[in-house]
């Protein structure tokens, strides 16, 4: 079964500042895909930064970036010089073949002024 | 349509009464999914359409949900009997091609339906 685990219900950082948000995933395909989602407080589900599994370099998406260790089966998230606006829930999603993705419980990530 | 677009927004309704929620993928996109939010959780799959074809729905709850895509594109996820279990946001999502989540295919959430059975 594939299951992911994000540990921290709740982070807070301050504005301008670099925050991580850890994510554990398990899985037995050889070929999958991560994925960070936020969810701002208009509930919308939008996509962040996505990493192939095959793939060695970690992704990169402006000031979002991530650490994927496939060997520890670990995708963090790091946000550098956090903004107003990055205030969201953050899901970590899991998806193999079937493209059913796996949610994690999401770290609400608070960005204070 | 630009975006996935679900109506309604917000549904309340009482327990036992039926309830239709409808997705609209984005135009020419293949594959639709249907996930449930409940609050302060992360969306749990439901099921999923390539074209008009149901190819899986291993996470219905049970047979009060069922859910359609006659033509290979609206969608009506409809839950009969409602209880108050079946509270929470209903959201669907779509993506351009059947493969895997990979280059051009990204999956694209709508605003979600929120439901709540009193």
């Known amino acids: 079964a594939q299951t992911v685990t994000q540990s921290q219900p709740e982070m807070s950082v301050q504005e301008a500042e670099t925050v991580t948000l850890s994510c554990t995933y398990d899985?037995?395909?050889?070929?999958?895909?991560l994925f960070w989602y936020k969810q701002p407080p208009s509930r919308q589900m939008i996509l962040v930064i996505r990493?192939?599994?095959?793939?060695?370099q970690n992704a990169t998406e402006n000031r979002f970036s991530v650490n994927f260790q496939k060997a520890a089966k670990s995708f963090s998230l790091k946000i550098s010089d956090s903004q107003l606006g990055d205030t969201a829930m953050y899901f970590c999603?899991?998806?193999?073949?079937?493209?059913?993705?796996?949610f994690g419980t999401g770290t609400l990530l608070a960005v204070q002024p | 349509g630009a975006g996935v677009s679900q109506s309604p927004r917000y549904k309340v309704t009482k327990r036992g009464q039926d309830v239709a929620l409808r997705c609209d993928p984005i135009?020419?996109?293949?594959?639709l999914y249907w996930y449930r939010q409940a609050l302060g959780q992360g969306p749990e799959f439901l099921t999923y359409?390539?074209?008009?074809?149901?190819?899986?729905k291993s996470g219905l709850p049970n047979d009060r949900f069922s859910a359609e895509r006659p033509e290979g594109s609206i969608s009506t996820l409809t839950i009969q009997r409602t209880e108050q279990r079946d509270s929470a946001m209903y959201r669907c999502?779509?993506?351009?091609?059947?493969?895997?989540?990979?280059?051009?295919?990204?999956?694209?959430f709508g605003a979600g339906s929120r439901l709540t059975v009193l």
């Open positions: 999502a779509s993506s351009p091609s059947t493969g895997t989540l990979s280059g051009a295919n990204v999956l694209t």
């Open positions: 899985t037995s395909e050889n070929n999958y895909y």
């Open positions: 990493q192939e599994a095959y793939k060695q």
């Open positions: 999603a899991l998806g193999g073949a079937t493209n059913k993705l796996i």
């Open positions: 135009s020419g996109h293949v594959s």
């Open positions: 359409f390539n074209y008009e074809a149901q190819q899986d």
